[in-house]
């Protein structure tokens, strides 16, 4: 029974589209939404929809094959996209939140060989570790919340 695969080709100074796979849609799962926020990179490998030029416009392309195609495709490429998509989105939040947290700690001292670097005690460090690890304990999905 073929199912239907979804891309997304955002817009390029180069006028070269970058496809990049969202996910699927078939009858087990008739709609869904993908989120195309975090998909915006370089993409090399080409696709199905690679021929068509475009110059500022994205697209949105819908492949339809069979389902063991698209299971070999998902594996082949290291899972589910919106599990890697969450993992990265995880990972920025995290980083932001950890430099937002040393930056209000941040003093400039006059140190010879780095003039102009600025510092933070290592116990701002250990509190925002600790911090994140509590709220991450108590609620897991916390950092979507934070903008």
């Known amino acids: 029974m073929p199912k239907s695969q979804v891309y997304f080709c955002w817009p390029s100074p180069d006028a070269v589209g970058n496809w990049q796979l969202l996910g699927f849609i078939s009858n087990a799962k008739p709609s869904a939404i993908f989120r195309i926020s975090k998909h915006k990179k370089e993409c090399s490998e080409l696709h199905a929809f690679s021929a068509h030029g475009f110059s500022s416009v994205a697209q ?30 995880f990972c920025t939040k995290m980083a932001e939140s950890l430099f937002n947290h040393l930056a209000s700690y941040g003093g400039s001292v006059s ?13 701002a460090l250990e509190q925002w570790y600790s911090n994140f690890r509590r709220r991450l304990a108590q609620n897991p999905n916390f950092w979507k919340g934070t903008q």
């Open 111 to 123: 140190v010879p060989t780095h003039p102009g670097e600025s510092f933070f005690p290592m116990r």
């Open 60 to 89: 949105l392309g819908i492949s339809v094959e069979p389902l063991a195609q698209i299971q070999f495709q998902a594996t082949s490429a290291g899972g589910d996209a919106a599990a890697v998509d969450s993992h990265t989105e």
